[in-house]
């Protein structure tokens, strides 16, 4: 996204992308999408009204699905917005993250009430994950492997959410960042990092920003997927490869 006209954000899943969309809610900061279709939104007092009453009255976040968080390539943000801003992402460790958006996914499943994927999907081990060619992933074959997921575990076909939930999941970091050389990266899992951010934003909008904690309110999640020797292996099998990877049909 576009803010305050200075600079790009990259909306990476499961690195702290909508507590900083929240806090630039929160400042009243103007926010620009390349799909045009979110930015009514932001400019709807009410939902401001909304997170700062939640922001004073329990001082947390993602309590109420008030916006939909749309994740948007980067070069779909270059082709709308120009080549001239400053581009800025949060990164997180690769394999902590990936597990994060596996636990979001059976979340939405469990939401969906579709018990079947759910069920199973948490009781897979780390090897039932992946069960797929690598090669898939540098063929940018995302689609085919989620069908392939779907069908070796036996998931529920019926659910018409079930793909995009599953490309959310498989699609590599670089599908949506391309490995960009020029983007200033800032490190989630790093105090000293995320508060360089915030002095970033300050500096660059000339308005003081914070960066407030996205608490999400949720029912707990039990699953058998762990990030140990084993699963590092199988992740960078699958992805080691696309960390200096460009994207095949766009290259940046």
Known sequence: MLVENKFLFISLPRSA??????????????????????DFIY??????????????DTNKFGKENIIYHPHERLIHLLTTFGYDYPIVAIKRNKFHRFVSQFSKVLELLYQQKDFISYDI??????????????????????????????????????????????????RPMYYWHGNNDKIIWFNLEDNESMHDLQNWVSDITKKNFTLHKSNEIKKPIVYTIKVNNEFRWLFDNYYAQTENQKNLKTII
Request: charged residues 30%.
């Open 17 to 38: 992308s909508t507590a900083f969309e929240e806090s630039c809610i929160l400042h009243r900061f103007d926010i620009k999408h390349a799909n045009s279709r979110f």
């Open 121 to 170: 999907l948490s009781k897979i081990n780390n090897k039932e994950l992946f069960c797929f060619d690598p090669k898939l992933i540098l063929e940018e074959k995302y689609e085919t492997i989620a069908q392939i997921v779907i069908d070796t575990l036996k998931l529920n076909k019926n659910n018409l959410l079930l793909i995009g939930l599953l490309l959310l999941l498989f």
């Open 43 to 56: 400019e709807n007092d009410k939902v401001y009204e909304k997170y700062q009453k939640i922001e004073i």
